[in-house]
């Protein structure tokens, strides 16, 4: 019995000394290795892919934002502010409910089923405001033009694009709200439409922030080269 | 091009990705579990844990070295996160709760990676990377170890050795895993993935105003967790999360990372049984089953049946634009047939079918391709069922690579079959009588009820991938999937040592005219029928409530 005992705990000896070098190895010089590679070859991208305009981040190229007019008083969720190209929604976002000295922002689905009511409540609402927001005069929108992506909450909640269909089906409405030309509008979103990567790989899609940047520009006179 | 067009094209780059490493990286693996030399490194790693590298180890040798192992590992994870309010590094995260620490350290250990927690509001650095990346590691080792332990008992003549499990610890470590890791995380930085120690720090937006972003070494965890079939995020929308898979590519290459060990491990397996076509078998029988299930996933998420996708015109809730529904599609087949549970989309607004799809490919057991050595192990039990099956009906012994599969190994097996189902439906049936686990569910109805069937097949199978809907920080959920990973990680565990101790007990039998050809297609057939049934019969009653119920109404 006691040279049982004796041999476990020699085993368990040897077990938490295997962990602790492997813990050494694995999680101490592999992911300071890498960061020092990565920081020295690929500094931008390491650190977040962050986008400035006018000297200033505007925040990341990866994560998408929010493009909301101020909350007003008495408001729950704020109105969208229409002059700018208009993100997913993201019903599945949430905000840190521990270590509550930071505002973090967690990211997430809503994970409501096909025949969940709230999701086709929701659904339903997006897709009535998307036509609604979107129709300029001359130039109604209907129901079938809406994309899928524009009325659905994405994965993360933090979906950087839209899909080109969105971005077209914004143009008028963004061209009207700035009092530019829908032309000029809409070569800024051509320009700002990437492809599938080698043609088939991923979805075509136009990063939202990306283009309201170079759309501020065009506002502001600056040009967008 | 047409986005389905798309999706079949990122299916065959996979196909020829694999095939590409399958030969490489599968005659790697078999030279480093044989080979009899130790690299300076490793032989410091054998100094520091006080083992002889060299030693043969006997089944319940090798078994008490997983068990051991894996004991250290739980009580240490614990403890780390239980400490992390008084560690420095951990940005002033708090320490978590005992049940959430319990459920986390079973988690990780198992190679499930279920995690309860958010991870951008609850782990800080040190936990995450010395602790949770290291049980992606050291698990994913584990799993390899105990897989080539059974194909050596296959190897074995008469010796009843199965290796020592220390030097295929490290070595699984040092030469298969941290290799593949380095250049992976550096591909995954150079699409957009971070890797820095910032702390919790604001960023300017648009319209004016900041946001609070967490930096981490994110992009050196996902890799491993991809690579290890681990799956726990560094950030809650894991996959999906545009620091751990930034754009298409990325993704490509994740479902590549998932997927190459497993596969080229029959490669492995078949070079040190000194018959290639063995391996080729079961690598025809693991691909067939990925293949199919890959296209009825996209079948169902493009015809996006179901009333609230009819609505939008698209099954795009849950899933992000730079994937679409194809690249979803395939990661989520990937990452629920391999025990990884890593998604890049939320399954829980799939299809009804296409969530029925995901649960189906885990209660197989995992084993096309299976996780990094549970796939090969578990394919290989089903092999023993399988000519155990084909003997019955000729009325002759079974025998597989030359081993004769007597009362002793098929009880062994069926035992193995039999853990993870009565551990899903047990636990599954025991949470719907309670009055409080449905508080938890966010949807009701059939879906409701799949939500709970699966969190407990994500947990049983060591998948970790979940209904998301499910609130399963709770006592009840924290400890019951807690045991229920560790249950049915560690119970297999031993079958299967077990069974490759008996194996190589055995002095081969010459193959007759009479010998079923385990190395042709009849038998790959016969394998994927068997698989099918096995799984068909355990599982048909609670899917029938669930998936198969909400896909057949919409």
């Keep these: 019995m006691n040279s049982s005992v004796g041999n476990s705990a020699r085993l368990l000896w040897a077990g938490l000394r295997a962990l602790l070098v492997l813990t050494l190895v694995c999680g101490v010089i592999y992911p300071l290795a890498v960061t020092g590679v990565a920081q020295g070859l690929m500094p931008g991208r390491a650190n977040g892919s962050e986008v400035s305009a006018n000297g200033k981040v505007v925040g990341s190229e990866l994560i998408g934002q929010r493009y909301d007019l101020p ?14 190209f208009q993100p997913r929604p ?13 505002s973090l922002i967690l990211s997430g689905a809503t994970n409501r089923s096909g025949d969940n009511e709230e999701l086709i409540d929701w659904v339903t609402t997006a897709k009535a405001a998307v036509v609604k927001d979107n129709s300029v005069p001359g130039h109604p929108v209907s129901p079938s033009q809406v994309p899928a992506d524009a009325v659905t909450s994405s994965a993360s909640g933090l979906d950087p694009d839209i899909s080109p269909a969105y971005a077209d089906l914004q143009v008028n409405r963004v061209a009207a709200r700035n009092h530019l ?17 080698l043609g088939f790989v991923g979805e075509p899609r136009v990063n939202v922030l990306q283009l309201n940047i170079a759309l501020r520009g065009l506002v502001n006179g600056t040009g967008t080269r | 091009m047409s986005p389905v067009l798309a999706g079949v094209l990122q299916v065959l780059a996979l196909v020829v990705a694999l095939g590409l490493a399958y030969r490489p990286l599968g005659d790697y693996m078999a030279g480093v579990y044989s080979s009899a030399k130790h690299l300076r490194v490793e032989k410091w790693m054998y100094k520091a844990i006080g083992a002889h590298p060299n030693t043969q180890m006997r089944w319940p040798a090798y078994l008490r070295g997983v068990l051991a192992f894996s004991a250290v590992s739980v009580l240490f994870l614990y403890l780390l996160q239980r400490l992390q309010g008084s560690l420095p590094g951990s940005l002033g995260f708090a320490s978590i709760d005992p049940d959430q620490a319990f459920n986390t350290a079973a988690s990780f250990v198992a190679n499930t990676n279920w995690q309860s927690y958010y991870g951008e509001q609850a782990m800080g650095h040190v936990v995450q990377t010395g602790g949770l990346a290291v049980q992606n590691f050291v698990s994913a080792a584990v799993g390899i170890a105990v897989a080539v332990a059974l194909v050596r008992g296959f190897a074995a003549t008469r010796t009843g050795e199965l290796g020592n499990f220390w030097a295929d610890l490290v070595r699984g470590t040092v030469r298969i895993l941290l290799p593949i890791a380095v250049i992976g995380a550096l591909v995954l930085v150079a699409c957009g993935a971070i890797q820095n120690f910032s702390g919790i720090h604001e960023v300017g937006q648009f319209t004016g105003g900041s946001q609070q972003w967490n930096g981490g070494a994110v992009a050196s965890q996902e890799v491993i967790k991809e690579l290890g079939t681990n799956g726990g995020g560094y950030f809650n929308a894991n996959s999906a999360h545009p620091f751990e898979n930034p754009n298409g590519l990325s993704n490509l290459f994740e479902i590549f990372l998932i997927l190459v060990i497993p596969f080229a491990l029959t490669r492995t397996f078949g070079r040190m049984v000194g018959s290639l076509k063995q391996g080729y078998a079961i690598l025809a029988t693991m691909g067939v089953i990925w293949l199919g299930f890959t296209a009825l996933m996209m079948w169902t998420e493009f015809a996006h049946h179901g009333p609230a996708f009819e609505i939008a015109g698209g099954a795009m809730e849950g899933k992000e634009n730079r994937f679409g529904v194809g690249g979803s599609s395939i990661f989520a087949v990937a990452t629920t047939l391999t025990s990884t549970g890593a998604v ?9 079918l296409g969530g029925g799809i995901t649960m189906l490919g885990m209660q197989l057991g995992e084993i096309a391709p299976g996780g990094t050595g549970s796939g090969l192990y578990g394919m290989l039990i089903m092999a023993v069922i399988a000519v155990f099956i084909a003997g019955l009906m000729v009325g002759r012994t079974p025998e597989y690579l030359g081993k004769k599969i007597g009362t002793r190994e098929i009880k062994l097996a069926a035992c193995y079959i039999l853990i993870t189902p009565a551990l899903v439906l047990c636990f599954t049936a025991v949470a719907m009588a309670l009055p409080t686990p449905g508080n938890s569910m966010t949807n009701s109805g059939a879906h409701g009820f799949s939500e709970i069937l699966y969190a407990y097949t994500s947990g049983a199978n060591n998948n970790g991938s979940a209904f998301a809907g499910l609130n399963a920080d709770t006592q009840w959920f924290n400890t019951t999937i807690g045991l229920a990973m560790l249950l049915g990680r560690f119970l297999p565990m031993v079958f299967v040592l077990a069974l490759a101790g008996s194996l190589a007990e055995q002095r081969p039998v010459p193959a007759t005219v009479g010998t079923l050809g385990t190395h042709k297609p009849l038998f790959s057939g016969l394998l994927v029928a068997t698989i099918m049934i096995i799984a068909g019969l355990t599982y048909f009653p609670a899917l029938a409530l669930g998936p198969l119920a909400e896909g057949l109404a919409s």
């Design chain 1, 181 to 197: 030309d829908t032309a000029q509008v809409r070569k800024l979103v051509d320009q700002h439409t990437d492809g599938r990567i």
């Design chain 1, 71 to 84: 909350l007003k008083k008495g408001q729950e969720t704020a109105a969208p502010d229409l002059k700018w």
């Design chain 1, 90 to 102: 993201s019903n599945g976002l949430g905000t840190n409910s521990v270590n509550t000295q930071y």
């Design chain 2, 344 to 352: 890049n989309s939320f399954h829980s607004s799939f299809t009804g």
